[in-house]
């Protein structure tokens, strides 16, 4: 595991630094004056000016490292800009190529994990969408793990099987909602949970879980469980609003928004099934945690 931070510390900075001290050196400053300006020993400016610290080629290249280089060059050599300005402007910089850009691209290079997002993230960025995915995922396997770890879960599975589903904070469709594939099945009294979480496996928990989101509710995750008059009692009786839909609507989202009309903090919605259709109860939350430990609670 490698860190974006080390990338900076060990591929920009060296280069940065010796980009620096060779212009303030070509600029006439001795290396004891170097040195000053740039806060390091003479002996690392030596090093710096015979090319004993290793630099990145691609950082090296970069026309905006070089063009700041020159900027800051002649700023510290001139005593037109101070050592802190400096710094403020090498660390706007940094922050810029680690938003999608080289040391974002570096950093990937280094981490083959990230390999298919381009750089195009930002670590720095708390919503950028390699984290968010990256959260949901590993909200997601604590679900997962509390319904493995739940004695007696598989008598709130239905006959299609339970889905366990989270959304990113801005999902618009199914491909944004993480689920299990394949669902959650019985298997000889076991809860099973046939691989790891993905984005885009869920069909019919996440439309419910879109369609709720779309009339407003604040949640993130669903799972499906049986329904049964006295598991809905258990969960009205831990405090939680239930709405009823009409399974046989034509459509989904407008079932939804007739039922959250009705009660619009709803965080259970069930329906009693119909023609062809089993009946089901869905338990809404924040996350999927959260939701698996509802399940816990009521079985």
Not at 214 to 222: K, L, R
């Amino acid at each position: 595991m490698r860190f974006a931070e080390e990338v900076v510390v060990e591929e920009f900075l060296p280069t940065f630094r010796s980009m620096l001290a060779e212009d303030l050196r070509e600029r006439g400053l001795t290396q004891s004056e170097v040195a000053d300006a740039l806060g390091i020993s003479q002996s690392a400016v030596s090093k710096y000016a015979h090319g004993d610290v290793a630099g990145n080629e691609r950082v090296r290249e970069d026309e905006r490292v070089a063009r700041l280089v020159d900027e800051i060059g002649e700023g510290l050599a001139t005593e037109s800009m101070s050592q802190l300005q400096a710094l403020v402007e090498v660390e706007v910089l940094i922050r810029r190529l680690e938003d999608r850009d080289l040391i974002a691209q570096l950093h990937e290079e280094a981490m083959p994990e990230l390999a298919g997002y381009g750089g195009d993230f930002n670590v720095h960025d708390p919503d950028d969408e390699l984290r968010a995915t990256e959260r949901v995922l590993s909200s997601m396997r604590r679900g997962v793990h509390i319904v493995e770890g739940t004695s007696g879960f598989t008598s709130l599975i239905p006959a299609v099987g339970s889905n366990l589903c989270e959304c990113l904070p801005n999902a618009e469709s199914i491909d944004d909602v993480a689920g299990i594939p394949g669902r959650i099945f019985d298997v000889k009294g076991r809860a099973t949970i046939p691989a790891d979480p993905e984005f885009g496996v869920s069909g019919h928990v996440a439309s419910i879980l879109l369609a709720a989101r779309n009339e407003g509710a604040d949640v993130h995750a669903a799972l499906n469980i049986r329904y049964a008059p006295e598991i809905v009692e258990r969960l009205e009786s831990t405090g939680r609003a239930t709405a009823e839909f009409d399974a046989e609507y034509d459509d989904l989202g407008t079932a939804i928004e007739t039922a959250l009309d009705g009660t619009p903090d709803a965080t259970v919605l069930y329906q009693t099934g119909g023609y062809g259709i089993e009946p089901i109860v869905y338990v809404l939350g924040d996350s999927a945690e959260e939701v698996a430990e509802i399940a816990r609670e009521i079985v």
